[in-house]
């Protein structure tokens, strides 16, 4: 039974945010590009996982949830947790192209892409280790004493991996079902006990936050980043407001109520903080510092204060980052 859906990682609203506002040029676009071509295969590999976990039917009662966030001293962040009632188990996902050699000293995974360039990554075998230590300190927290157990999962069967030594198992997606039901172990917890383990998981729950772009790449500043209100019917930009909407300039003629809060949500994806009214008509490229404001609580932000006689507007990136401006 899978407890709750997987969201899709925010680097990717933050990627898409600095590809449409970033020029071309701009160096960082290009590893932007890089990253969200990640994500999405990292995102892809893990819907492939739940894919095959929604299908196993266990002996007895099991809770599978996806996409854990928790905190025991620090947080950390698991791909899929498994429950039991005599079990836990972390299961480690990984999408990556090319082939993948995971060495022990140091430790860390190196990619080998078709053209033969290596890169160094994180090594699986060393995450899932802090997740499970982790996760046996959050589960001794809360008194429930059942063994843990973890596995590393590349997604598709056509990765290449190798490793020197293995000190966690390594699957593929089609081999979770005989991992699972060959975990040792017998009935610690009763269903009513599983079912408040799973509830103190899913309450305990806290979704990751995205960093925006310019704590990611200390070079993207207000000078290198694009202004105004991008059309959405032809994307372009350069949408002006005038008799309470925009207008598109191009030959599209669009007219929209709401354009701005997608050039509002940009703001927010790229920089830090707040936004002031002044940044907003800056940002907008609007005259109006009463229709700014308007904007900015049409677009679902709160005012927290003034400063220099203007308004500060803020809002939780968090809520921002799961689309609380639609």
């Known amino acids: 039974m ?56 266990h002996p007895g009662p099991i809770r599978i949830i996806p996409d854990v966030g928790l905190v025991c001293g620090s947080r950390f962040q698991l791909d899929v947790l498994v429950l039991t009632q005599s079990w836990a188990c972390l299961l480690e996902v990984k999408n990556i192209s090319g082939r993948s050699v995971i060495k022990d000293i140091p430790p860390q995974l190196v990619r080998i892409t078709k053209d033969g360039r290596e890169e160094a990554l994180g090594s699986p075998f060393a995450q899932l280790d802090s997740n499970l230590m982790l996760f046996r300190d959050w589960l001794h927290e809360r008194n429930t004493p059942i063994p843990v157990y973890g596995a590393v999962v590349f997604a598709y069967p056509s990765q290449m991996v190798e490793a020197a030594a293995a000190t966690h198992p390594i699957l593929f997606p089609n081999r979770i079902p005989f991992f699972l039901r060959n975990l040792p172990g017998r009935p610690l917890l009763d269903e009513h006990d599983l079912n408040e383990l799973t509830r103190q998981v899913l309450v305990s ?5 995205q960093r925006p772009l310019c704590t990611m790449y200390p070079q993207v500043t207000e000078r290198t980043v694009r ?8 994307g372009e930009f350069g949408m002006r407001w005038r008799d309470r909407a925009w207008h598109c300039s191009c030959s599209c003629s669009c007219i929209s109520r709401s354009a701005h809060v997608k050039a509002i949500q940009d703001w927010f994806h790229i920089f830090s903080g707040g936004m002031t009214n002044e940044e907003c008509r800056r940002f907008l490229e609007v005259e109006d510092r009463h229709a700014a404001r308007r904007m900015m609580k049409s677009a679902g932000l709160i005012e927290k204060g003034k400063a220099d006689g203007k308004p500060i507007i803020n809002h939780d990136f968090g809520a921002l980052r799961e689309g609380a401006l639609f």
């Open 205 to 209: 729950h806290e979704p990751f936050v």
């Open 2 to 57: 899978i407890m709750k859906d997987r969201a899709r990682p925010g680097i990717e609203k933050v990627c898409d945010a600095g590809l449409r506002r970033l020029w071309p040029d701009n160096p960082v676009a290009g590893k932007l590009e890089e990253r969200r071509k990640q994500a999405e295969a990292g995102f892809g590999g893990e819907e492939r996982v739940d894919s095959v976990l929604a299908e196993y039917r």
């Open 227 to 234: 202004t105004g209100v991008m059309c959405t019917a032809c």
